[in-house]
């Protein structure tokens, strides 16, 4: 009945000991869609995706209760002690049984039984065989009662010297199916006895050699319908089902050894979940600054970035005019744009401060489809230079910029060369940038202005003093 499989696993011993890289790639894999399964049976709403990112990530997904990450948690916490204890040799017993309930059920104080309408609260003790009685519906709507809860003890006591006669006389996977048909029809727990049931399952089939059976969601219901018939001693179906689970993980890994492709259909899916979860965190922390908008929405939050900066700076300057100098406020003309953005050195700014510029980016900038406003301070002394103050808006397809540079008259009548103040990285709609940030922007950046034009006084000062 098991030639087939037992080919593929001499076939895989004859690799052993395996490539630990290899194997770390074939564990993570099987965890993961274990977890997901075993899980997912047992009516926990994580989909693959959600899982595997949780696992890997150890990050949650929104909407979903954490009393089911709890389990995902929990049951690959197992996985990882039933390593342990295949690579220890240790025996099959029903202190090791309640091990795994307690890694199962970890953090765990109760569960809720019945329908929404007529629920009953249920203390859990992880570890502890149950304390009443407990019963499942089966698929054709009928009532099935599990062992009395009494008669636990004794009934676990007779499974565990039942697998000790027959562990050298049935096959592994005959072995395994039918002692897991046993230990659920006993439910020796309050909770979680499918978990544990598939957990001994696989310790059976590995502490063999085989790879572990991995019961799939979407063949839940012939999973209980082959229990079902293994009610009636009917057990073919359900030692079939384990076999056949074997030999895809068994697959696996020699596809995986071999260098050939082991991604299945599902695993796609799941790669394309966990791509979309990572998107959509990436979304909800940066995206603001990475919104692609039309050029009239563009353009129209240009206007009102440069609307805001012009009434700020007519609130910080209409009450100082003398006839010493005067602040205006004018659009930067294009060629001072030009020159502007013409010098190397703006880029290497926006680098310093980690403003990544696409070449596409790059592209529009040297275009200049570039906004701005430019304030002006008009010198009627020779110890105040003529100075300018320009903000630049820089709108790339995701993001736009505020820069402020300031240019200082020189005492010899030219002009220094170009200075950045500083930038305002936002979104690419108004609505998206915060108003007291770019305030506080503005303030901190006129007032070096203001400083970098006192320094210049007081070189004009010391030279003609």
């Not at 978990?195 to 059976?213: D, S």
């Amino acid at each position: 009945m098991f030639e087939e499989l037992d080919i593929l696993k001499k076939k895989l011993d004859n690799y052993r000991p395996i490539d630990s890289n290899k194997m770390i790639a074939i564990q993570e894999k099987l965890r993961i869609d274990w977890t997901y399964n075993s899980n997912a049976i047992e009516g926990n709403t994580l989909s693959l995706s959600e899982t595997a990112f949780f696992l890997r990530e150890g990050l949650t997904s929104k909407g979903k209760p954490l009393s089911e990450y709890l389990e995902a948690k929990n049951h690959a916490e197992a996985i990882d002690y039933l390593d342990e204890i295949v690579k220890g040799k240790r025996p099959l017993t029903e202190g090791l049984i309640k091990e795994y309930h307690t890694l199962i059920m970890k953090d765990t104080k109760y569960i809720w039984i019945g329908h929404s309408n007529n629920r009953v609260k249920k203390k859990i003790e992880p570890g502890k065989y149950k304390y009443d009685n407990n019963h499942v519906i089966k698929l054709d709507g009928t009532i099935h009662y599990f062992c009395d809860y009494l008669q636990v003890p004794g009934e676990m006591e007779k499974l565990i010297k039942w697998y000790n006669e027959n562990k050298d006389k049935l096959h592994p996977v005959e072995l395994s199916a039918v002692f897991h048909h046993k230990f659920v029809a006993i439910h020796p727990f309050t909770d979680g006895n499918g978990r544990v049931g598939r957990l001994i399952l696989n310790t059976i089939l590995m502490q063999e050699g085989y790879t572990p059976a991995i019961i799939k969601m979407e063949d839940h219901q012939e999973y209980y319908q082959a229990l079902d018939e293994a009610d009636r001693e009917e057990h073919t179906h359900f030692i079939e089902m384990v076999e056949r689970e074997v030999t895809n993980t068994m697959t696996l890994m020699l596809n995986v050894i071999e260098g050939k492709e082991a991604f299945s259909k599902e695993d796609l899916k799941r790669r394309l979940g966990i791509f979309e979860e990572k998107i959509e965190k990436l979304d909800r922390d940066i995206g603001i600054v990475s919104k692609e908008v039309d050029e009239e929405k563009r353009k129209y939050s240009e206007e009102q970035i440069c609307q805001f900066l012009e009434t700020l700076t007519k609130e910080a300057i209409e009450e100082h005019k003398s006839e010493m100098m005067e602040f205006r406020i004018e659009k930067p003309s294009l060629s001072n744009l030009e020159f502007i953005f013409q010098n190397s050195y703006i880029k290497i700014y926006l680098e310093n401060k980690n403003i990544i510029i696409s070449s596409e980016d790059a592209r529009i900038i040297n275009k200049m489809i570039i906004n701005g406003l430019q304030i002006k301070l008009i010198s009627r002394r020779k110890y105040i230079p003529n100075s300018t103050l320009t903000f630049a808006i820089i709108s790339t397809r995701f993001t736009m910029i505020a820069i402020s540079i300031s240019k200082l008259e020189q005492d010899t009548d030219a002009f220094d060369k170009p200075r950045v103040i500083d930038s305002i990285q936002g979104g690419a709609l108004w609505e998206d940038w915060d108003k007291r940030d770019l305030e506080d922007f503005f303030v901190e950046v006129f007032n070096e202005f203001l400083k970098q034009i006192e320094l210049e006084i007081e070189k004009r000062r010391i030279a003609t003093s």
